[in-house]
C-alpha cells in the first residue's frame, strides 16, 4: 500500500517537472544496489530510492553528474498504519541530461556506529 501511495505521489511530481507524463516512468530503488549495477534511464524519468536504515538515522545526499536528489518525508492521507522510522523517508532524483550520475547517500546511525555509504549508479540516455 506504501508503495501506491508513493507511486502515486511522484506520479503528480513527475507530472509538475516533465512536459508529456505518458512518456515519464518512475524507477523505485529500496535499500541498496550491487557496486556494479547501473540503472538506465531518461532525462523523462524519475528515480525514487528507499534509502537503507534503522528508525533515528539520519541521511545525507550527495549528487555527482547532471541531476538534482532532494530527501522527502512521505505521508499517509487516507488510512493504515503510520510509516515508522526510515520507512518514510525517500530520496527523488531528477535527472537534467544525458551523462552518468552518481547518487550516494550516507547514514549516521542512531547507535554511533560509522557512518555507512550506499552508492547508486545511474546511466540517463
Request: hydrophobic share 45%.
Amino acid at each position: 500500500m506504501k508503495r501506491w501511495i508513493a507511486l502515486f505521489s511522484l506520479a503528480l511530481l513527475v507530472g509538475w517537472t516533465v512536459a508529456s507524463a505518458e512518456a515519464a516512468t518512475i524507477l523505485e530503488i529500496e535499500g541498496a544496489l550491487d557496486a556494479k549495477e547501473v540503472v538506465e534511464l531518461t532525462t523523462e524519468d524519475v528515480v525514487v530510492i528507499a534509502p537503507k536504515g534503522i528508525a533515528g538515522s539520519q541521511f545525507e545526499i550527495a549528487v555527482d553528474g547532471p541531476a538534482t536528489a532532494t530527501l522527502y518525508d512521505l505521508k499517509r492521507v487516507n488510512g493504515g498504519p503510520a510509516l515508522l522510522g526510515p520507512a518514510h523517508k525517500r530520496v527523488v532524483v531528477l535527472p537534467s541530461k544525458k551523462g552518468k550520475v552518481k547518487v550516494s547517500i550516507t547514514v549516521k546511525w542512531p547507535t554511533g556506529d560509522k557512518p555507512t555509504t550506499f552508492d547508486y549508479m545511474l546511466e540517463v540516455k
